[in-house]
């Protein structure tokens, strides 16, 4: 008797048939491309809606008067409005964001 038919013993018949697992590593490889398809649409989806959307009817009237300064307006005061606009902009909605997930609806 050979060292492996001797090591193996009986558990020839308890081994998984090799269908088993490449079923498993298949089906876990396609559902791994099925998760990186839905992020780049995903990903497409938020890239278009910020395009096309937030930037013309959000930002643009927020920030028109640094974007396109009149031209009677010093640039170092169009500057400063620009960023006093953004920081307090940011500041708005990282309090929104604040309040709605840690205050109105608790996250687990």
């Known amino acids: 008797m050979s060292i492996g038919a001797s090591f193996l013993g009986g558990a020839k018949s308890r081994l998984l048939p090799p269908s088993i697992p490449f079923r498993f590593f298949s089906a876990a490889a396609v559902f791994h491309v099925f998760m990186w398809l839905g992020l780049l649409v995903g ?13 013309p009817y959000y930002v643009n009237p927020l ?46």
């Open 43 to 55: 990903n497409l989806f938020s890239s278009m809606l910020m395009t096309f959307v937030t930037m």
């Open 63 to 108: 920030l028109k008067h640094w974007l396109r300064p009149p031209p009677n307006v010093p640039a170092a005061k169009a500057n400063w409005r620009g960023i006093g606009i953004s920081v307090a902009a940011l500041a708005f909605w990282t309090l929104v964001f604040y309040l709605v997930t840690r205050v109105f609806w608790h996250l687990p």
